[in-house]
């Protein structure tokens, strides 16, 4: 069998004549790596990732005593803790090796090993690892943090995984309405596959990305010679995506025409193409998602207000990162594993100065940046550890310096983040959160409308027009 298709044991043991024997009696089945001292066989455990370590409990430098073989075996469930651990000792070893089980080790064996019990025990340990693994992934499919390729465990987000699959069976169009990063487009996505469109298409296009004088035929299609350029007649987007779901992102951006010609669209579910006088029946869904504040801009003009009443028959708000507490670490760790299985580093691990540090973060780019941070971190860390240096995450660079950039807006970020946390601390009860920041009532409730923060915001941020 080629060496790349063994599986991998990692044998711990300072006295060379059983690393030798162990080399000639295990060398045919499997690829075998050596560590003579603590030092060494965590990293050979890090560099090789093996199926199976067998550890001699008594290593340099007191050989005779189990210290440093127990400590081996806490550094190595510490990088993974399903790590499959025989204790290979010494009869006199005997109840040091019980211990080491007790700690986390799978079995052990007494010297002098028979060598066919240890090649049963540990096709017993290979075959029990995969056995956790194919477990491992029937919990992933079952998964109720994971639903789309969206993550998240906090109670806002599985609000919002339910409300998307009551209204993807519907045809009604959905507004979604969030920050940058927060996850928008791949919330429409979850709406389209779990649609009865999901065998359609699904078309995204940023409204703000396209020039205007050619939005209009992105959109709607031309015909052919209907202005400089047009050789050949062209289908739009909301011909392309019929039979499925148009997203589109930034729509606060479409200028007052097509927000026109778009509302004419969501009453008939027909349209003309630029140049065109035949009408076109398309069944096309719409998808909607701004990080503006559309009622704003209806108050100042620029965007109709019956087509935000069609777009927004449901609209979903997706919170940002900083407002959903347990989802910042679990999302960090989720991509920690996928970046670092990318970059063949399987067992990686945040630093506690890391997990701080995100904690703390008020993370202005949201998902999209925990994502990038993440990633660089997996690629600037020489070890298994990310530590919020590797994360651009130090101390000193506090969370208001990050976010804000007029003393404003620091104020304004220290208030909210003291608002939410006694609000959430008090169960959104006024009088005991106004009380505890030392405030009136009357004076927290100016606070809250200036920030924009309801006390129902945190359970839901979801709302059925």
Known sequence: MPNSMKPKLLIVDDDEAIRTQMKWALGEDYEVHFAEDRKAAVESFEAHSPAVTLLDLGLPPCPNECDEGLAVLSDILA?????????????????????????????????????????????????????????????????????????????????????????????????????????????????????????????????????????????????????????????????????????????????????????????????????GRQELQVDTRLVAATNADLKGLINNGKFREDLYFRLAVVTIRLLPLRERGEDIVFLAREFLQRYGSQNGRTRMVFAPDALRAMSCYSWPGNVRELQNRVKRGVIMTSGSRVTAKDLELERDRGVVSSAATTLRQAREHVEREMVEQALKKNSGKITSAAAELGISRPTLYELMEKLGISKERAATNINLH
């Open 79 to 275: 990088i993974d803790n399903t790590a499959k651990v025989i204790i290979i000792s010494g009869q006199g070893e005997k109840h040091n090796a019980i211990q080491a089980v007790g700690a986390g080790a799978y079995d052990f064996l007494c010297k002098p090993v028979e060598m066919e019990e240890l090649r049963l025990l540990i096709r017993r340990c290979i075959h029990v690892m995969e056995l956790e693994k194919e477990y491992h992934k029937l919990q992933q499919s079952q998964r109720s943090d994971v639903f789309e390729n969206m993550l998240g465990t906090s109670p806002q987000m599985q609000a919002v995984f339910a409300f998307i699959r009551k209204v993807a069976g519907t045809n009604a169009p959905v507004l979604l309405l969030g920050e940058s990063g927060t996850g928008k487009e791949m919330a429409a996505a979850a709406i389209h596959h779990r649609s009865a469109r999901k065998d359609g298409p699904f078309v995204a296009i940023n409204c703000n990305a396209i020039p205007e004088n050619l939005l209009e035929s992105e959109l709607f299609g031309h015909e052919k010679g209907s202005f400089t350029g047009a050789h050949i007649q062209r289908k739009g987007l909301l011909e392309t995506a019929s039979g499925g779901t148009l997203f589109l992102d930034e729509i606060g951006e479409l200028p007052p025409a097509i927000q026109v010609k778009l509302l004419r669209f969501l009453q008939e579910q027909r349209l003309q193409r630029v140049g």
